[in-house]
């Protein structure tokens, strides 16, 4: 089946530690994002890549790295300059075929800073 | 900018009951709007969507119309059942660059 995979569901890291989201798509599209999402505040657009090997800063950039080394795959690392990471982060994809494509969301990673 | 306004919730409702979720935008040129649903501990879903002014998304009984005039794109459905308890996005694309998101509303219907 066609879709976009993110791992771990839950995820748990020490304070002044870096780690890596996964977010895998098999769905062909070339645009892929990631979003953060905390209570009350929707979603916030942190990165997005139009195509491999290029990417370009959402409105909360700061923290994070993203790398697009293969068109199926956009990991997202939350540093450890990111000063509040707990949160919910959504990877999704788009055909950019077209105009304004539907965006497909995996299921979330949620994050946890202990 | 382009952004989304939508109304806060949470909003309670009895089964059968009539929802309106608003949803106004800001964005140059003709942007395609959409609504999106979230349930407990998931990703987005796509519910409907409208790409020019006048265009009527609709979708599991839900639906909303593109307003031009009046920048909106109200969410809509006549008889809410149980099942639709969730979080619901207004979205907007202007181009194939970034997609814009409301705060989104909680939706709770009770039996």
């Known amino acids: 089946d066609g879709g976009i995979t993110q791992s771990p569901k839950y995820l748990f890291r020490k304070e002044g530690q870096n780690v890596t989201l996964s977010c895998e798509q098999n769905?062909?599209?070339?645009?892929m994002y990631w979003y953060r999402q905390d209570p009350g505040q929707g979603l916030r657009l942190i990165y997005y890549s139009q195509i491999v090997n290029d990417f370009q800063k959402g409105d909360i950039a700061e923290g994070y790295s993203v790398s697009r080394e293969k068109k199926e795959s956009f990991p997202l690392t939350v540093t450890s300059a990111q000063k509040n990471p707990t949160a919910f982060y959504l990877c999704?994809?788009?055909?950019?075929?077209?105009?304004?494509?539907?965006?497909?969301f995996g299921q979330g990673t949620r994050l946890t800073v202990v | 900018g382009n952004s989304v306004t939508q109304m806060e919730g949470p909003v309670t409702l009895s089964e059968e009951a009539f929802l309106t979720i608003n949803c106004t935008y800001t964005?140059?040129?003709?942007?395609?709007l959409f609504w999106y649903v979230q349930y407990p501990g998931e990703g987005l879903q796509l519910l409907l969507k409208a790409t020019k002014a006048d265009d009527k998304g609709s979708n599991k009984g839900f639906e909303a119309t593109y307003r031009k005039e009046t920048t909106s794109f109200h969410l809509e459905k006549g008889s809410v059942q149980v099942s639709d308890s969730a979080v619901y996005f207004c979205a907007l694309s202007r181009n194939n660059n970034d997609m814009r998101f409301g705060a989104g509303t909680r939706l709770t219907v009770k039996p």
């Open positions: 964005a140059t040129g003709y942007p395609s």
């Open positions: 999704a994809s788009r055909s950019t075929v077209g105009w304004n494509t539907e965006a497909f």
């Open positions: 769905l062909n599209h070339d645009a």
